[in-house]
């Protein structure tokens, strides 16, 4: 097999995609449904942020399409007025996969969560970003089941007591971030529920890309998973532990930049700043796949650290893209011709009784 | 030269038999394609191992071709082969059970080595004892022959030996009196970047036509008269080509884009290999992670406006269900094709069977009916594909089609369609709100409000302005297909889904020779075995009428009339008797059942025997 270079343009993720007739608000993107979730979710937040981030895209609104799978998160498509499909549990991945090929004038995003996404649709999510179809997939991360009332989840971490753990879970959780940079993906980044600002910022770069963006949203379940990223959010808590990544900027964090990101070995660790030589600031770069790597690497299940913003984005032909120009460069050949097609190379005709063999 | 004798033969089957290495597909399906250019009808059966390569030898690596031509139109591949063609001595063990007394044996001698023996698991040499007096044997070292006549081109005997199968081809061609021309550009244009290997072939293909017109062994050769089938032009077609060609053909008749989401499995696996080469008719296929990937993303494609396509065998079905389910909830049009092998499980992926009969109409969670379809030949394939798609797309529903591992693989001649005489299948997406002023909802679109013939949905599809609405699998309310738990409302879609289904109008079940007291019901690939065992019972004087279900969801309007106006119903199936579970608990008639698991087709012969019981009560003439 050799590589085909289909000269391809590079174009943004958006730019097929019809553009609104005028300015649109938050409120158009509100649909007549009742939202249901429990009071305090944090899945509140983020529906306020994307109803309010959808219109800066200045895309047509019946061009958008949300798909979702099942778990508290996957109710999303019904609180937009958008098209919308609440499918099946896992599946959210491929369904949009189907949509996406074959319709590039739509805005395709997956709404799933930790469950969904990554326990019965692992395989799904995985191939979505390794394709890199042209889909912007949310993945709340609440750690725990919510809808099916507080089980662990693949995200939760080792220890954890719930329904199904009694004596505390001994599974080994995923890093999301890690595992999206394992298959591949050519945008991943990370966002909190109530950090407004940065979660637009990471979404509106997703819906951007071309290509496949995984953004990881930790999402709190006041329910089942109480202030589970509580110490990400506390200041005195999250002083020494929220790190936000910018492409081309040093990454240091904390108060006035306290605390600094270095290379240690063949990853990263955290210095105190005054510490440090300047130069020995490791300075985000978000096409640098090892890089991201290790950033996710400094997420750990204690929240010790978690890096939040765009940890990676590099740019890598989608496979709708491919697949629908292998499909035009066959159709502007020519010689659809049923007829050809159904007879082949070899007939043969009977009339009156009388065949005549094999007509070339 | 010596003067052969040519006699006519009405009708002959042949097998070709060797290792899976030895190309006996490839052997099989060039004489099928002499036959089909000449003017035969005919019937195709290939087998082969599941393994790729079994070890070289054995029983396990037995791969086999058999084929049925005649001067008439025939309905199955044959019984009984009269002329078996073996390369090795696992292909004659393995295939000599098979072969009537006074049969042709032609093998292939130089691999009858005591090696070779051993490992098919023969004590000593069956050439040179008494077992195979029975039948006319001729021992022709084809590899010998073959490496002898290609020493001069510079062939190795390695390669040589890849040649025998063509010279085996060569002396049935010769001894069918079968035109040679034809294959002899096949091959060179089969090998055009090889030259050499095109050489190759096409000399030991010689060589093998000039052994039997040369050789003395052979004192006869046979004629097969071309078949008068209706007037048509006709062509050889297998059914997964036939199957493939229905989509396209659907694709063209409704206008849309054809979307095929699969993942490889045997015996469906030609269907994708089929449909990818036909981009040009603006066919997309997707080879999926996974079962469920394949068909979500059919789904998907579906809900954007496209033909949406899924094609399997069981296992893959037993996977898609839950996705199936969704498709049956949110009422969008989908083509899930089974083409069944022998089960449960992995059970048998090369051979053949019919048990997802009740999987395909009861096999989802909850009350989810849909069509179910089922070609009975190779070339029926073609229309029932374009049928399953009219239903699909006029109903809005997901619509399975059983095909199975004979039709799959079998071929016959087809007697070609023009695409004027197709269906059209055009669809209206809907375009504008639908509420009406009468209910308070002018102005908006209610995606469940149906049309009241059909009870189909509305077709929306994203990028409609003013459309914007939500589906999904949580119970629609009606019309406005809000997320509703309300019990009246889920009573209600619950019946609203089984009458839309029941309702859709399938044309009348035909019976052939209706006036007799027994009924022979069939579906899917049984239809030949019985229509040639009726023939042969109808032949001996016996009155036996016989028809077929194309519909199995929802069944013909006549199904139950036309039980009740037979005394006996005897259903032949390859499963253990589950259309006629399903004819006794629908219409409480007592029917007869025939079942066979064997993984292969019922042969002609055997299915009369199987009947006769039934038929030779009263009305027999003594
Ligand atoms: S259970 Fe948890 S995640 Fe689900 S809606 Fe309630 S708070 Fe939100």
Redesign the pocket.
């Known amino acids: 097999m050799s590589a085909i270079d289909l000269g391809l343009p590079t174009i943004g993720g958006l730019d097929l995609i019809p553009a609104a007739d005028g300015p649109q608000k938050a409120k158009d993107f509100t649909s007549d449904q009742e939202v249901r979730?429990?009071p305090?979710?944090?899945?509140y937040a983020v529906l306020a942020a994307v109803r309010s981030f959808l219109p800066t895209l200045a895309l047509r609104r019946e061009n958008t399409v949300f798909v979702s799978g099942i778990g508290?998160?996957s109710r999303f498509p019904y609180y937009l007025d958008t098209y919308g499909f609440h499918s099946i549990h896992g599946r959210a991945p491929a369904i949009a996969t189907g949509l996406a090929v074959s319709r590039p004038d739509l805005s395709v995003f997956v709404v799933t969560g930790d469950g969904d996404a990554l326990s019965i649709g692992g395989n799904h999510l995985i191939h979505a970003l390794r394709r890199n179809v042209n889909l912007t997939i949310l993945l709340f991360n609440?750690r725990i089941y919510?809808?099916t009332k507080g089980q662990y989840s693949p995200t939760s971490e080792v220890g954890k007591v719930t329904k199904s753990t009694p004596k505390g879970s001994v599974d080994a959780p995923f890093n999301p971030v890690s595992l999206a940079l394992g298959a591949d993906a050519t945008f991943v980044g990370r966002a909190m529920d109530s950090d407004r600002k940065g979660l637009t910022t990471v979404l509106e770069a997703a819906a951007r890309h071309r290509g496949a963006s995984l953004v990881e949203i930790y999402?709190d379940?006041?329910?089942?998973n109480d202030g589970s990223f509580d110490v990400l959010r506390k200041p005195d808590k999250s002083e020494s532990r929220v790190i936000t990544v910018r492409h081309g900027e040093p990454i240091t964090f904390g108060t006035e930049g306290r605390w600094a990101v270095v290379r240690r070995g063949f990853g990263l660790g955290v210095a105190p700043t005054a510490e440090v030589a300047p130069a020995d600031v490791v300075v985000h770069d978000a096409t640098d796949h090892e890089l991201a790597f290790a950033l996710s690497r400094l997420s750990d299940q204690g929240l010790d650290h978690a890096v939040f913003g765009v940890l990676r984005q590099v740019s890598r032909p989608t496979y709708d893209d491919l697949a629908r120009e292998q499909v035009r460069t066959a159709v502007d050949a020519g010689g659809a011709d049923l007829r050809a097609l159904v007879h082949g190379t070899d007939t043969w005709t009977v009339h009156d009784g009388t065949v005549t063999a094999a007509v070339r | 030269m010596v003067q052969q004798r040519v006699e006519r033969r009405a009708r002959v089957v042949i097998r070709f038999a060797g290792d899976s290495g030895d190309g006996m597909q490839l052997t099989g399906d060039r004489f099928t394609a002499e036959a089909a250019a000449f003017g035969n009808d005919l019937a195709t059966f290939p087998s082969f191992p599941a393994e790729i390569r079994a070890p070289a030898g054995t029983l396990a690596g037995v791969s086999s071709f058999q084929l049925h031509f005649a001067d008439y139109d025939i309905l199955t591949p044959g019984d009984r082969p009269d002329v078996l063609v073996v390369m090795n001595p696992a292909a004659l063990k393995a295939n000599l059970g098979d072969l009537p007394r006074g049969a042709v044996l032609i093998v292939n001698v130089d691999e009858f080595t005591p090696r070779n023996l051993a490992k098919a698991g023969y004590a000593g040499n069956p050439l040179e004892d008494s077992s195979l007096e029975p039948y006319t044997v001729h021992q022709v070292p084809m590899a010998a022959l073959t490496a002898g006549a290609l020493e001069p081109l510079g062939v190795g005997r390695k390669d040589a030996d890849r040649s025998k199968n063509m010279f085996a081809l060569g002396l049935l061609s010769w001894m069918y009196s079968r035109p040679t021309e034809e294959t002899e550009r096949w091959l060179r244009s089969k090998f055009a970047r090889r030259p050499e290997v095109a050489e190759a072939n096409v000399v030991a293909f010689r060589t093998g036509h000039a052994y039997g017109e040369t050789t003395e062994a052979f004192a006869v050769t046979y004629e097969v008269a071309p078949a008068v089938l209706p007037d048509g032009t006709y062509r050889q077609i297998t059914g997964n080509t036939a199957l493939a060609y229905g989509i396209v053909a659907a694709g063209r008749r409704s206008g849309l884009p054809v979307f095929l989401g699969s993942y490889p499995i045997t015996p469906a696996s030609d269907i994708l290999h089929e449909l990818a080469g036909l981009k040009r008719f603006g066919v997309t296929t997707f080879q999926a992670e996974d079962e469920i990937a394949g068909v979500g993303a059919a789904i998907g494609a579906s809900y954007g406006g496209a033909l949406g396509v899924t094609t399997t065998s069981g296992p893959g079905i037993s996977l898609k269900s839950e996705a199936i389910g969704l498709a049956v909830m949110t009422e969008l049009p989908l083509l899930v094709v089974d083409v069944q092998r022998g089960g449960p499980s992995t059970g048998l992926p090369t051979k053949t069977e019919q048990a997802d009969l009740l999987q395909a109409l009861f096999g989802r969670n909850g009350e989810a009916p849909l069509p179910v379809v089922a070609p009975r030949s190779p070339s029926d394939a073609f229309d029932v594909a374009v049928e399953a798609a009219r239903l699909a797309l006029t109903y809005r529903t997901p619509v399975l089609l059983l095909s199975d591992g004979a039709i799959a693989n079998g071929s016959e001649p087809w007697r070609l369609p023009e695409e004027d005489a197709l269906p059209d299948l055009t669809v209206t997406f809907a375009t504008a709100p639908n509420g009406s002023e009468a209910d308070g909802t002018d102005g908006r679109f209610l995606p469940y409000l149906r049309d009241p013939e059909t009870l189909a949905r509305p077709w929306a599809v994203p990028g409609t302005p003013g459309l914007a609405h939500r589906i999904g699998g949580l119970e629609k309310a009606d019309k406005t297909g809000d997320i509703s738990y309300d019990p009246a409302n889920h009573e209600f879609m619950v019946r609203v889904r089984q009458a839309k289904i029941d309702g859709i109008p399938v044309p009348d079940l035909e019976v052939q020779d209706p006036d007799a007291d027994v009924l022979v019901l069939g579906w899917g690939s049984t239809y030949g075995p019985i229509g040639a065992a009726v023939r042969r019972l109808r032949a001996a004087g016996h009155l036996i009428a016989q028809a077929h279900l194309r519909h199995l969801n929802p069944f013909p309007a006549n199904t139950e009339a036309v039980l009740r106006s037979y005394r006996r119903v005897v259903v032949p199936e390859m499963n253990l008797g589950q259309l006629a579970f399903l004819l006794q608990g629908r219409f409480c008639v007592p029917v007869d059942s025939i079942t066979k698991v064997s993984g292969m087709p019922f042969g002609a012969a055997e299915l009369a025997e199987l009947l006769g019981p039934y038929v030779t009560k009263e009305e027999v003439p003594a």
């Open positions: 979730w429990c305090g979710c944090g899945d508290c998160s609440n919510g809808l999402q379940c006041p329910i089942f």
